[in-house]
């Protein structure tokens, strides 16, 4: 039996077949997709190295994670996602802002999310799930470096020694440990990423 030969497909289909992707990357990286809240901050110095920052108070919830740091991340944006989507007295939905960040601390790592400007220690809804704490971070001045691409350990270390380079030329002294800010979704492409690195720097 003979077959017909199969017909490639129509410019029109794979238009329509595009259409999904393309239209989803175009919303990614339209203004309106990064209209998200973040902390209030004052540019005070800018280099093609880092930018020196002074940053307002704001509200954190965040989860120690014993590690390693990717599975730090996936487990801790779990538990702090359900404490913004209802796991808190009141059963409040708050709304997700950015970034999320990451800290090596003792006995693992910090994943934290910054809460809504609203919220202070006063009035933030309190998490139901004992891993879950709240914390108020004062004003700060940072040291931020900003690059795209993949939330790898090679790039944040490469990154790292490239702000801590740029940091000790302009003569500033830096204390605790760097925080990885990771201000776009996983489905984002890394080329389109905004990722930063803060050191905090001594006034």
């Known amino acids: 039996m003979l077959r017909a030969a199969s017909l490639p497909p129509s410019p029109t289909a794979m238009l329509q077949a595009l259409a999904p992707p393309l239209l989803l990357l175009l919303l990614l990286a339209s203004p309106a997709a990064h209209a998200i809240e973040e902390p209030d901050f004052v540019v005070l110095q800018q280099s093609e190295a880092f930018e020196l920052r002074q940053v307002a108070p704001y509200m954190v919830a965040e989860v120690v994670h014993p590690g390693p740091r990717e599975q730090a991340d996936g487990d801790s944006f779990r538990l702090l996602f359900r404490y913004i989507s209802g796991a808190n007295r009141g059963e409040r939905k708050i709304e997700m802002t950015a970034p999320v960040t990451t800290t090596a601390a003792a006995g693992g790592y910090v994943t934290a999310f910054v809460l ?84 905090r720097v001594e006034k």
């Open 116 to 199: 809504p400007r609203q919220f202070g220690p006063d009035n933030a809804p309190q998490p139901t799930d004992p891993r879950v704490t709240l914390r108020a971070v004062p004003a700060e001045l940072l040291a931020v470096r900003r690059f795209s691409g993949r939330w790898t350990d090679a790039r944040f270390g490469e990154e790292l020694q490239r702000l801590r380079s740029a940091v000790a030329e302009a003569g500033l002294k830096v204390k605790g440990e760097p925080v990885l800010s990771r201000f776009d979704p996983p489905m984002m492409p890394p080329f389109l990423r905004r990722n930063e690195i803060w050191l």
